[in-house]
């Protein structure tokens, strides 16, 4: 469940922009929450706030035990922990169990955050998840939500999954992880002794049953027949018209779930009535919506990562911060001061010589070097430089 405050919050892009910046956004400290999503057996997923949104942390309940998946701030971050497989289905419980928690909807969204998009995740079944998600919160520019979504997509980073005897495990390819400078930070690697593979899997395996079991009691005699009959049309036809006559047939089978009554509404939301459906037939998780319902027209746009290098000893902070503040309303980017280099003059005084920034960009990068080239004008020292960092040792300089 989520507290009052949060469910307010939530609506709002001031915490999405501090939720998601490790407390950097313009929003005050609220207090510290506990938000639990079960999935039956004992078993949830449970995010923990700090007031300031600057380290938010996963956790697995297992009865009376808790396990640490992730945690994700500024400083020392393991974030890379939940597949998209598991937060879809355990979005799905938590609505069966509180409708004020639609789905996809501000749960899928704060978990999300420890949701890597990795190579071989099927974005037509993960991008309308969220686009439907972000639909719920109105109040977030269409531009920033795709700033969110962008900053999920791992896969120029090599993170990939793999099925072992232990359970799923996320590793990187190396001549990858070199290539674009990212590295992956996660408990849930191979070797790891820290990790709950066991309880995981668990959850995984309550939260199937909890969806059965709940629609199981609507599908039996003749009306629940209906129920199972008009399901596997709309599964088999990807076709949603039926929609009314699922409803009524729901109802008539005993159905008293309103989020399962609302999903299946006329106008509901494309996605949540996809989810339903699947439930219903027994299908995969997304065999539904990555065949077009509710699909969207969305496309990750290619990533680009620069490095700014400005001689001399001021520092770059407050035009890498206004350069950042720029791209991200721009919802094209974001920028950040990285390394510097410094050298004794010979007098035992220590001189910065040359500072350096890590600029991230999506898209058309002329259009984004020409957004930098604007807000620098005027503001860089003589010997500035911009490079396109290509590969490992890889770069191309970028006319200024």
């Not at 992956?184 to 995984?204: H, I, K, T, V, W």
Request: proline share 6%; aromatic share 6%.
């Amino acid at each position: 469940m989520l507290p009052d405050w949060l469910k307010a919050e939530s609506q709002t892009e001031d915490f999405w922009s501090t939720y998601n910046e490790f407390g950097g956004g313009r929003r005050e400290p609220a207090e510290e929450a506990k938000c639990r999503f079960n999935v039956g057996a004992g078993l949830a997923l449970q995010l923990c706030l700090d007031e300031y949104l600057s380290c938010p942390q996963l956790e697995l309940i297992r009865g009376g035990e808790s396990f640490r998946l992730g945690w994700d701030d500024a400083a020392h971050w393991f974030p890379h922990v939940l597949r998209w497989e598991e937060l879809d289905l355990v979005g799905r419980c938590a609505a069966l169990h509180d409708a004020r928690l639609p789905h996809p909807g501000v749960p899928l969204l704060l978990l999300a955050r420890f949701t890597p998009i990795c190579v071989g995740d099927d974005v037509s079944a993960v991008l309308p998840l969220l686009d439907s998600a972000w639909r719920q919160v109105p109040a977030v520019r269409p531009e920033a939500a795709t700033s969110h979504i962008e900053s999920l997509d791992h896969r120029s980073h090599g993170f990939v999954w793999s099925e072992t005897d232990r359970g799923h495990m996320i590793d990187q390819d190396e001549a990858t992880r070199r290539a674009q400078r990212f590295d992956l930070y996660s408990l849930r690697r191979n070797g790891s002794e820290d990790f709950p593979f066991e309880a995981m899997e668990q959850l995984r395996t309550s939260a199937r049953q909890t969806i059965a079991s709940t629609f199981g009691p609507w599908l039996e005699g003749d009306r629940g027949g209906e129920v199972a009959r008009l399901a596997e049309v709309a599964f088999t036809e990807a076709d949603l018209t039926i929609l009314p006559e699922l409803h009524t047939a729901l109802e008539q089978s005993g159905c008293t779930n309103s989020t399962v009554l609302d999903a299946c509404a006329a106008g509901a939301d494309p996605v949540a009535a996809a989810w339903v459906i699947e439930s219903i037939v027994g299908g995969d998780p997304g065999a539904l919506i990555r065949r077009g319902v509710g699909g969207t027209t969305r496309v990750i746009r290619t990533p680009h990562s620069l490095e700014l290098v400005l001689p001399g000893p001021s520092s770059p902070d407050w035009r890498v911060w206004g350069l950042d503040e720029r791209l991200r309303d721009l919802g094209i980017g974001s920028a950040s001061p990285s390394t510097s280099l410094s050298r004794d003059r010979g007098d035992g005084v220590i001189e910065v010589v040359e500072s350096q920034a890590s600029i991230k960009v999506r898209g058309d990068l002329g259009a984004a070097v020409a957004v930098i080239r604007e807000v620098l004008e005027g503001e860089v020292p003589e010997g500035t430089a911009l490079f396109e960092l290509r590969g490992d040792q890889d770069r191309r300089s970028v006319d200024l």
